[in-house]
T-cell receptor, first 114, second 114 residues
Framework: EDKVVQSPLSLVVHEGDTVTLNCSYEVTNFRSLLWYKQEKKAPTFLFMLTSSGIEKKSGRLSSILDKKELFSILNITATQTGDSAVYLCAVSPPGGTSYGKLTFGQGTILTVHP | NAGVMQNPRHLVRRRGQEARLRCSPMKGHSHVYWYRQLPEEGLKFMVYLQKENIIDESGMPKERFSAEFPKEGPSILRIQQVVRGDSAAYFC????????????FGSGTRLTVV
């Protein structure tokens, strides 16, 4: 069975800190890894990673994938209270009828104190 | 262009009743995906539908659960004879074609079975 494991499960930091969230996976067929941010409602898309070693950046957030070691990290620099959320990692299969079938990790709860 | 619309936002049902959850995809989207999020867990894939077709229902419980996406109208996730263990947040997402990247999630329906 496909498996996605995130660590840590929860993290409490102060504004201005830098955090690193981890996601490891064991799946039968892999196409891409996705990161989402969930704030008590709909998960919102952050990044999709398909190739190893290519960093994706969006403001203070960045992410990278290692397909050899089967993991990804999500970095958030200069954290703000608005970064407090659950961060979800998911992997997707190559295609066909499984296209929409993402396998999610359990999430990392990030709390940023002022 | 409205996003993915789910209703109701909150639904309370007594054990044994039926629950109907509705998902209106984004305009022009013909693919819908349903996910369930149990408390303290990540999202779990349930079913992938195109208009009038179920493509992949491998994540759906075999009994009491059904889904449809008719030619006209929203996608419906139906749970018959609900039990306490069905209490969860149910999210749907839509896409215009087969994708495995960050499609948009709705805000979810929180089902509580009392």
């Amino acid at each position: 069975e496909d498996k996605v494991v995130q660590s840590p499960l929860s993290l409490v930091v102060h504004e201005g800190d830098t955090v690193t969230l981890n996601c490891s996976y064991e799946v039968t067929n892999f196409r891409s890894l996705l990161w989402y941010k969930q704030e008590k409602k709909a998960p919102t898309f952050l990044f999709m990673l398909t190739s190893s070693g290519i960093e994706k950046k969006s403001g203070r957030l960045s992410s990278i994938l290692d397909k050899k070691e089967l993991f990804s990290i999500l970095n958030i620099t200069a954290t703000q209270t608005g970064d407090s959320a659950v961060y979800l990692c998911a992997v997707s299969p190559p295609g066909g009828t499984s296209y929409g079938k993402l396998t999610f990790g359990q999430g990392t709860i990030l709390t940023v104190h002022p | 262009n409205a996003g993915v619309m789910q209703n109701p936002r909150h639904l309370v049902r007594r054990r044994g009743q039926e629950a109907r959850l509705r998902c209106s995809p984004m305009k022009g989207h013909s693919h819908v995906y349903w996910y369930r999020q149990l408390p303290e867990e990540g999202l779990k894939f349930m079913v992938y539908l195109q208009k009038e077709n179920i493509i992949d229902e491998s994540g759906m419980p075999k009994e009491r659960f059904s889904a449809e996406f008719p030619k006209e109208g929203p996608s419906i996730l139906r749970i018959q004879q609900v039990v306490r263990g069905d209490s969860a947040a149910y999210f749907c997402a839509s896409s215009p074609f087969e994708v495995n990247y960050g499609y948009t999630f709705g805000s979810g329906t929180r089902l509580t079975v009392v």
